[in-house]
């Protein structure tokens, strides 16, 4: 196990910094508060006697994680409509600031989005969200963009031409998607007399992934994968509202890490590797 003073020392390290998400679910502002209070508020004794003698290094707090969905294994107990969820949200977003006086800090709110492929609980959640807790909203998470998805039996037995095909197409899907998205958070800055621009995307889930079915589970990990996750970079770098997109996941011992358990490069790091040596920062 690896607790919020091990990953954080690994994130100094490289000089990375950390989206935490907290639980919204079954958990408390309360409780959420703490762990704010914890990673920055100055001077805490806690933090200090840890060895850290400032703030950790955290950019973004995502309040909550796919609680719109009804079928997803991770959520059923805790799934919940848009209504509630804005609630929760607002009551998250002043008990985390007013843990830190002074310190700003960076909100995500979840949403659903056009692109999904669960049942959702509630097939208005963003607008509800956005006409409740604009305000308070710095960024809207979306998990639309993962590719070729093959959840079914009919799809996993499709032919490995149709499904790669299928997977080099869906990044224009999912530009199509954040569009409509941009779209929408735009119409509700306006109507809220926000800044233009003041809410932005944040991409927290996205990859290569095909399915549990034997014949494709280790897909993620070939260069046909590597070419989506080459035009996901550019997709998400050509819209000025995606503002994040996190690395997710950074190690996996499934199909869907950066780096393997073994110490294996995946597609995403061989891409993102080549991307940063380009930009001159690798």
């Known amino acids: 196990m690896i607790g919020t003073p091990g990953i954080a020392r690994y994130a100094d390290s490289i000089g990375g910094s950390l989206l935490m998400t907290v639980n919204a679910g079954s958990g408390t502002s309360a409780e959420a508060a703490d762990w704010v209070r914890y990673c920055l508020a ?9 060895g850290f003698s400032g703030p950790l290094p955290i950019g973004w707090w995502e309040v909550g994680n796919e609680l719109y969905l009804q079928e997803n294994p991770g959520t059923p107990k805790v799934a919940m409509g848009a209504a509630q969820y804005t609630t929760i949200f607002n ?11 002074g310190t700003p800090i960076k909100l995500v709110a979840i949403s659903e989005s056009s692109a999904s492929w669960f049942p959702l609980y509630d097939a208005n959640w963003l607008a509800t969200l956005l006409a409740g807790a604009a305000a308070q909203i710095d960024l809207v998470a979306v998990h639309n963009s993962y590719a070729p998805y093959l959840y079914s039996a009919a799809e996993a037995a499709k032919g490995t031409r149709e499904v790669y095909q299928a997977m080099w197409a869906a990044p224009e899907a999912i530009a199509e998607s954040y569009d409509r998205l941009a779209a929408t958070i735009s119409s509700a800055e306006t109507s809220h007399g926000l800044p233009a621009g003041k809410i932005g995307l944040a991409v927290t889930e996205w990859g290569p992934l095909f399915g549990m079915d034997r014949r494709w589970v280790d897909n993620g990990k070939t260069l046909g994968s590597a070419l989506f996750v080459a035009r996901m970079f550019q997709v998400m770098a050509e819209r000025d509202r995606v503002r994040l997109a996190e690395a997710f996941k950074f190690t996996d011992s499934f199909t869907q890490g950066w780096i393997g358990f073994d110490g294996t490069a995946t597609p995403f790091w061989e891409v993102f590797k080549l991307m940063a040596r380009q930009k001159g920062n690798a």
């Open 42 to 50: 100055p001077g805490d004794a806690r933090r200090l006697s840890d």
């Open 91 to 101: 009551d998250f977003a002043g008990a985390m600031r007013a843990s830190v006086p």
